[in-house]
């Protein structure tokens, strides 16, 4: 009955045991790839700035989003930056 009411919020469970309300997986990946589209690269504070919400659930949805193959990141000396996962759509081929 609850999940006819807010049919676009659910309850996930984070590696870090946090069990935030929020949207559903595929579509806040949706939203990091549109961000990443327009940017070309988010840190977690840019999605911190972006989606209104802390720390932990922007750097739990970035992880998560890689862990699908949605996003790569690359981390160097001035943090992580995550970047859309181009390798998903390479397409290789020997002539």
């Given at each position: 009955m609850f999940a006819d009411v807010i049919f676009c919020l659910a309850l996930n469970h984070y590696f870090s045991k946090i069990i935030p309300a929020e949207y559903n997986d595929a579509a806040t990946e949706k939203r990091i790839l549109k961000y990443?589209?327009?940017?070309?690269?988010?840190?977690?504070?840019?999605?911190?700035k972006l989606d209104h919400v802390s720390i932990l659930i922007a750097k739990e949805q970035l992880a998560t989003a890689e862990q699908s193959g949605a996003i790569c990141r690359d981390e160097t000396l001035e943090g992580i930056r995550y970047f859309d996962n181009v390798i998903k759509t390479f397409k290789f081929s020997l002539k």
């Open positions: 990443i589209g327009e940017k070309g690269s988010v840190t977690a504070l840019d999605l911190v």
